[in-house]
């Protein structure tokens, strides 16, 4: 479930608008109108907020519909450990932005950010970035997994030191400082701080950090009642083949008829990261490079793993890995199929920066791509 905070009338369209998307996974917190100013958010009573603090104690996800500010006050008594908080998205009244606020577990916030994104028409999922006073993105502070050294890596970031930066998905980031500079070659080559942005699987040295961005979208094709295990142990070994990191997989997509299903809803929850469904109507107009006539008789589509996953990737990938078959150990046929797409979630402008404009100083702007008749579980 994910719980739902909102402070005002003018919250209700952003409310109505994810129930609607996200029907019996949304559950609402609702905060008092009184001309009363309390401490936690405007209008807002003591009790009242203990009240939703308690009540919210419980979530693993939370939008709230109020500004940082007095988000942050109303769930301090949930943040006592970073292990343990929610992930926290704050989206404004008019749901334009979707701001991941508390990262949560792994990559929960920046999910559930552009999840709330592709709820709201016109609604863009903002990467979270510094609140350093320096103004220097902190590398934790993107939302992405960070593997590597970080601490080296973000040390140099504040401190001036040269960092090299070897950007292999030109993905959007905020503007960089001058000491940070893009490189076509393995960053710590020099034997200074360096920064991989990749979701290539690559050997660091002890000065090199590595950003995963979610580029990954994973298509699946399922028959009725298959197990996770062979859809998660499938996805793994897609990724392993393909020098990819499971830790940029940004979401799973399928068909809309297995939205219900326990085994691609529990691979979801395995990688952290949504699931979202398509109609058969919308994958049979996805131009694929392996339909099966099998298939199209079966589910009405002839394209499940790879369309989905092209679906995934909102209009702006490519496949990297089409469509490729589970292989249970025990010799039975296989019940799975997958596909890889790498995305953007939201394309950049055309004044957008890759690694090397934000290491100049130009940060990126977006557009959010049309999506529709799509549910996300």
């Not at 997994?145 to 040269?162: I, K, M, N, Q």
């Not at 296989?334 to 100083?361: D, H, I, K, N, S």
Request: one cysteine or more.
């Amino acid at each position: 479930m994910i719980g739902l905070i909102s402070a005002s009338p003018a919250g209700e369209r952003v409310r109505d608008l994810l129930a609607a998307a996200w029907p019996g996974h949304l559950r609402e917190h609702p905060l008092p109108a009184t001309d009363t100013d309390g401490p936690y958010a405007p209008g807002l009573p003591e009790d009242a907020a203990a009240r939703v603090a308690r009540e919210c104690a419980a979530e693993e996800r939370i939008v709230c519909v109020l500004g940082t500010g007095p988000a942050l006050r109303l769930l301090a008594p949930l943040l006592r450990a970073r292990t343990t908080a929610p992930a926290v998205v704050c989206v404004d009244e008019d749901g334009r932005y979707a701001v991941p606020l508390l990262a949560g577990p792994g990559q929960a916030a920046r999910e559930l950010a552009a999840a709330v994104a592709g709820a709201l028409p016109g609604c863009v999922a903002v990467p979270a970035a510094a609140g350093a006073p320096t103004g220097v993105p902190v590398l934790d502070s993107l939302g992405w997994p960070v593997e590597g050294a970080a601490a080296t890596v973000g040390r140099a970031f504040l401190s001036g030191t040269d960092v090299a930066v070897c950007d292999t998905v030109e993905w959007p980031l905020p503007a960089l400082p001058p000491n940070v500079r893009a490189t076509g070659t393995a960053p710590g080559e020099g034997g200074g701080p360096g920064l991989w942005i990749t979701d290539q699987v690559v050997a660091t040295g002890p000065t090199e950090a590595v950003l995963r961005p979610p580029t990954l979208g994973i298509g699946l094709g399922t028959c009725r009642g298959t197990a996770a295990a062979e859809i998660v142990e499938l996805i793994e070994q897609a990724l392993d083949d393909a020098g990819l990191s499971a830790r940029c997989v940004a979401e799973l997509a399928t068909l809309d008829i297995r939205a219900d299903e326990p085994g691609p809803r529990a691979a979801a929850e395995r990688f952290g990261v949504p699931l979202r469904t398509y109609p058969a109507g919308r994958l049979t107009a996805v131009p694929v490079p392996n339909p099966s006539r099998r298939a199209g008789a079966m589910v009405g589509t002839p394209s499940v793993a790879e369309a989905a996953a092209l679906l995934a990737a909102d209009g702006y990938g490519e496949l990297v890995v089409p469509k490729v078959a589970s292989r249970p150990l025990d010799g039975s046929p296989a019940r799975a199929t997958a596909a890889v797409t790498r995305r953007r979630p939201l394309r950049p402008r055309t004044t957008g920066a890759t690694a090397g404009q934000a290491a100049g100083g130009q940060a990126a702007e977006y557009e959010k791509p049309e999506v529709s008749d799509v549910h996300v579980v």
